[in-house]
């Protein structure tokens, strides 16, 4: 079964700490995003991908930071210095990062709520 | 800029069709999606379509998109309860990288 994991589904952190969310595909896919999804509003780039070994900002990538080291696995860490991390996460992968392939399929999320 | 705005909440009775509508700024845009989210689910996507193009048929899935207006819309044919979830209407950032601008969703409810 090809697919895209996110683990845990739900995640509690005390503030200050440092945490770690998983994604993991086994589709094959050359590109991998993380998103953060507010109540009430759209989802947001935080970090995106291309191939292995490289990652660019999105469009709110302050207080968190990524790896590529593998291709099928995209782990985030969400910082203290994030400000307001609570909020629910979703990893997408898509074959190819730019072309005439371009669906991005999404993992379950993982719900973060830091205290 | 880069905006993507939707309709909050849309209620329709089952066997009903729904049209969930859309608006987006960037007229380059190459692609706009419409994905599906249930309760604590991640997104699926439900379809998309290409710029150049007016219409698109899926199954009970119509989407119109009017470029002129900026304007796309997704029509559900016989609302089933099983339809109910946060409708999100998505374009292509024209700037690479496959880039998704994302409306904040429109919540469906079907009801009896």
């Known amino acids: 079964d090809g697919g895209i994991t996110q683990s845990p589904k739900y995640l509690f952190r005390k503030e200050g700490q440092n945490v770690t969310l998983s994604c993991e595909q086994n589709?094959?896919?050359?590109?991998m995003y993380w998103y953060r999804q507010d109540p009430g509003q759209g989802l947001r780039l935080i970090y995106y991908s291309q191939i292995v070994n490289d990652f660019q900002k999105g469009d709110i990538a302050e207080g968190y930071s990524v790896s590529r080291e593998k291709k099928e696995s995209f782990p985030l860490t969400v910082t203290s210095a994030q400000k307001n991390p609570t909020a629910f996460y979703l990893c997408?992968?898509?074959?190819?990062?730019?072309?005439?392939?371009?669906?991005?399929?999404f993992g379950p999320g993982t719900r973060l709520t830091v205290t | 800029g880069e905006d993507v705005e939707q309709s909050l909440f849309l209620s329709v009775r089952e066997g009903d069709s729904s049209v969930i509508n859309c608006t987006y700024t960037?007229?380059?845009?190459?692609?706009l999606y419409w994905y599906k989210q249930e309760p604590g689910a991640g997104l699926q996507l439900l379809t998309y379509?290409?710029?150049?193009?007016d219409m698109k048929q899926d199954q009970r899935l119509t989407v119109l998109l009017n470029k002129k207006d900026k304007h796309l819309s997704l029509r559900i044919a016989d609302t089933q309860t099983g339809d109910s979830a946060i409708y999100f209407c998505a374009e292509m950032w024209p700037g690479g990288y496959n880039k998704l601008i994302f409306g904040a969703g429109t919540r469906l409810a079907v009801h009896p």
């Open positions: 997408a992968s898509s074959i190819e990062p730019t072309g005439m392939v371009h669906e991005q399929y």
């Open positions: 379509i290409f710029s150049n193009m």
């Open positions: 960037d007229s380059s845009s190459t692609y």
């Open positions: 589709l094959n896919h050359d590109a």
